[in-house]
C-alpha cells in the first residue's frame, strides 16, 4: 500500500509569510508525528497526535507553530511569520501505537522549506 | 534530557571490511532503541531495534548497558551499505512517551570499492 506522504515536497516562502504543509498518514494509522530536521542534525520531534488530538505538543519551538489533525487522518503543520531559521526539512511519521518498544515509525518524504 | 550521540560524522570502509557505527545514550531507565537508515534519495526507514534481537541485511545492534551503547555492526560491509545512519531512543525523561524519538546526528557511511 502506499505510505505516508507529504505536500509540497519543496517550498520556498518570504520571510513574515504563512505556509502550511501537509502529511497523509498510512491508512489506519493512529499515531501521525512531526519531526523537523536541520541542516548536519537529526530529526528532532516537534508534535505527536493519537486520534484527532494532540498528545504531545512539546517539541513546537513556539507559538508561531501549530499543528492540527482534525479527522484523525490528514495533518497539515501551519508556521506563521516565517523566520529565515524556520528553513528545514519537516518530516511526517505515523504508526500503530502498539506496545512499548514496538512502535515503528513509517516517515514520509518530507517537505523542505526554505524561508528568503 | 535523555541524548544519544554518534561520535563520527563520516565513516569510510572498503568493501568486504568490517564495520560499526556508534552510538551512545543517557538515559537512566530501561532504553528503547533503534536504527534508522536512510539511502540516497529515499526516506527514513527502520533498521532494526534492540527490542526484536533480529539481523537485518547482515547488521547488528547489542544494547550494552553498562556502556550505555547501542553500536551497530556489520562483518562485511558492501556497497549498497553506503547511506545514512542514525541511532535513535524512544521515551521521554520520566520513563513514559516512548512515542517520542530521540535521534543521534547521523553517520554518513561510505562503502568504497
Known amino acids: 500500500g502506499a505510505g505516508v506522504s507529504q505536500t509540497p515536497s519543496n517550498k520556498v516562502t518570504e520571510k513574515g509569510k504563512y505556509v502550511e504543509l501537509r502529511c497523509d498518514p498510512i491508512?489506519?494509522?493512529?499515531?501521525l508525528y512531526w519531526y523537523r530536521q536541520s541542516l548536519g542534525q537529526g530529526p528532532e520531534f516537534l508534535i505527536y497526535?493519537?486520534?484527532?488530538?494532540?498528545?504531545?505538543d512539546s517539541g513546537l519551538p513556539n507559538d508561531r507553530f501549530f499543528a492540527v489533525r482534525p479527522e484523525g487522518s490528514v495533518s497539515t503543520l501551519k508556521i506563521q511569520r516565517t523566520e529565515r531559521g524556520d528553513s528545514a526539512v519537516y518530516l511526517c511519521?505515523?504508526?500503530?501505537?502498539?506496545?512499548?518498544?514496538?512502535?515503528?515509525?513509517?516517515f514520509g518524504p518530507g517537505t523542505r522549506l526554505t524561508v528568503l | 534530557a535523555q541524548r544519544v550521540t554518534q561520535p563520527e560524522k563520516l565513516l569510510s570502509v572498503f568493501k568486504g571490511a568490517p564495520v560499526e557505527l556508534k552510538c551512545n545514550y543517557s538515559?537512566?531507565?530501561?532504553?528503547?532503541l533503534f536504527w534508522y537508515v536512510q539511502y540516497s534519495r529515499q526516506r527514513l526507514q527502520l533498521l532494526l531495534r534492540?527490542?526484536s534481537r533480529e539481523s537485518i541485511k547482515g547488521f547488528t545492534a547489542d544494547l550494552n548497558k553498562g556502556e550505555t551503547s547501542f553500536h551497530l555492526k556489520k562483518p562485511f560491509a558492501q556497497e549498497e551499505d553506503s547511506a545514512m545512519y542514525y541511532c535513535?531512543?524512544?521515551?521521554?525523561?520520566?520513563?513514559?512517551?516512548?512515542?517520542?524519538?530521540?535521534f543521534g546526528k547521523g553517520t554518513l557511511l561510505t562503502v568504497n570499492p
Open positions: 535513535a531512543h524512544a521515551g521521554g525523561d520520566s520513563g513514559g512517551s516512548n512515542y517520542k524519538l530521540t
Open positions: 491508512s489506519g494509522h493512529t499515531a
Open positions: 497526535f493519537q486520534g484527532t488530538g494532540a498528545a504531545d
Open positions: 538515559y537512566s531507565g530501561s532504553p528503547e
Open positions: 511519521a505515523s504508526s500503530l501505537l502498539r506496545l512499548a518498544g514496538d512502535n515503528e515509525q513509517f
Open positions: 534492540h527490542i
